[in-house]
């Protein structure tokens, strides 16, 4: 079960202003660009996300009906800015692991015992990188 939603909106307009500046560049975070199903706006959204292999793995610690994740999976790809990179990522796709296996130890252990969260998004990077942030 992921967090509530009145928790996501909180966030969105305080918290997610502040980490958005700083999850682009700090180990273990990342910036989501992508663009509004609807409107076509270009939204930001920080996250956690590892790599793992050719892919990056983010925690979907808001659950896979989050705004941003049915914009990427829309789309099919999506561009994340991860340690001042900007990669295009490929074949969005949610699964679910209650063991939360593609973490590291650490998030691993607050997404299952605190935060409660089961679902995650997994992307392939592409053979190129956009461009240095």
Known sequence: MAMPRWIAQANKYSLNQITRFLAPWLPGWAL???HGRKSGRTFRTPLWAFRRGDD??????????????????????????????????????????PTAADMPLPIRLML????????????????????AA
């Open 32 to 34: 989501v660009v992508h």
């Open 112 to 131: 299952r015992y605190v935060l409660n969260a089961t679902e995650f998004l997994r992307a392939t990077k592409t053979s190129a990188v956009l461009k």
């Open 56 to 97: 990056f793995v983010i925690a979907l610690t808001y659950g896979s009906k989050s705004d941003w994740v049915r914009n990427v999976t829309a789309a099919g790809s999506f561009e994340l800015v991860h340690l001042g990179r900007h990669i295009e990522l490929t074949n969005p796709r949610v699964y679910h692991d």
